[in-house]
């Protein structure tokens, strides 16, 4: 294995002589890789002999960090893993079942949650995570907080099924943390933690939000102190982290790729490179989540195809006036609308385009095959 980012501790160190702590529940060497009833029963009785299953906690260029009950090993991507199709490719998080002995990769299991964006720059699908529980989403108090922002990250955590906390970094930075929480008032489903990253002490609340067995991911712009609070609730330097820009505030970018990372007690962190861009796509039901009080507004205005601009009797604007709601949720809420249905029809566009190249080259083969029987 390349670079391991999971050897410098042992994986399994906890014997079966591990006294478990209060509470705290014995898991088995899979469980604390993340491994649940979900995926099990995914498995049929021969499987279950002939087979293993293994969870991919990095990806390389060329190859897949596995980690497994019996430990960790590296599998080269070959032909059979790299799929056509983006989302049935192998992703951070994800769960193969390989042959024992062999170690032949026989098939993705079906993903409990999944994390996808439209990437920057060649607008093309690209996963993000697999099978995550909760994410904490983290950003900083500073220029960083951003509630548009904060609301794209709800769209996608709540498409995915996953439970979003916010984690606010930095508070012994910030002289006024009131500006920030208050801002969020108008997000009572949201628990929010004020930390330091870098104290134990502090950061130790987030622990109840990181469960045995669970995997719970990081997620933010560079430089909020992912990958501090990563290490600060490992207590160990895991990952690499540095300063930030004086002058904006904006981080350096300094997690370059994606791994995940099993904790002491048993739960998985996921540490990411800061995303610049989170293009929305397929994530209409979080979005209608996120946005649950605009879409039952919109649904009491006069006319049902109110645009909400200045048609009599609009609900959604009335609440603008009477300060119910606040006019940079509705910029936001239009922007997204109008994202999502372009990052839509590009990716309809695209997997028509797909199938059409497909059709193509099956039709190019037949003609070949029908030469050859024919002896041309
Ligand atoms: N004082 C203080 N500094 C912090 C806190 N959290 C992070 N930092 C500092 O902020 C800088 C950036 O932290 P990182 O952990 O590298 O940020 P990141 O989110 O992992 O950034 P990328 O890997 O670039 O995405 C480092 O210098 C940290 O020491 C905090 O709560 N308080
Ligand atoms: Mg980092
Ligand atoms: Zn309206």
Redesign the pocket.
Known sequence: MSKSLISRRPLFGRGSSAVPTPGERRLSALQRLGWKPYFQQQLTLEELNDCEPLRVMAVHRNQLDLAGENGERALPLTPALVSDDVQRRPTIGDWLLLERGSGKFLRLLERSSQFQRMAPGARQLQMIAANVDSVLI?S?CNKDFNLSRLERYLALVREAGCRPYLVL?????CAETDTYTEALHGYPDLPVAL?????PD?VAQLRQWCLPGETIA?L????????????TLSGEQL??????REDDSK??????HRALYPLDWGGLLL?????RELGLVDVEQGFAATFGDIGALAGNCRFADCRHDSEPGCAVQGAIESGDLDERRLRNWRKLERELARNSRTLAEQRAGDRALGQFYREVQGHARERKLRGD
Do not use: E, F, Q, Y
């Open positions: 983290v900083s970094t930095k508070a012994d930075l930390v330091n990253s870098l104290l502090s990081l933010g712009s560079s430089g909020v102190g992912k990958s501090t609070l990563l290490n990952a690499a982290t540095a300063g930030i981080g350096r970018h300094t997690t370059r540490d990411s490179p800061g995303m």
